[in-house]
């Protein structure tokens, strides 16, 4: 993975890049208590679930040699990689890649007259 290709490259202490790499599934704890009504564990899971925050903090604290949030970004990628999406709002279990197979298999099924 090329998160991981960069910290080795940029060295630094693998301790802290597994700690980021294991950190964003505390967003998992949003859902504790939800009653499906309000759309904040999904924010909340999504905001950590996405590249730019951790990329974003790489380029602010660049001068102090931030290479261990690549764990975040690994983790991204790896969750992607198995098929874990970015949260709906319609429940946990819902993510943008069953939205994404959904409309794929609405525009096979629509007949062009």
Known sequence: MAAVALFIFFGGDWWLFGLFAVLPDLSILAYM???GKTR???FVYNTVHIYTLPIALMIVFWNFQPAYLL???AHIAIDR???FGLKS???FRQTHF????RSIE???NDKIP
């Open 71 to 73: 764990g975040w970004v």
């Open 106 to 108: 609405e525009i096979k």
């Open 81 to 83: 990689m198995f098929g």
């Open 98 to 101: 069953q939205l994404l197979d």
């Open 33 to 35: 208590g939800d009653d």
């Open 89 to 91: 709002t319609e429940g």
């Open 40 to 42: 904040w564990p999904a």
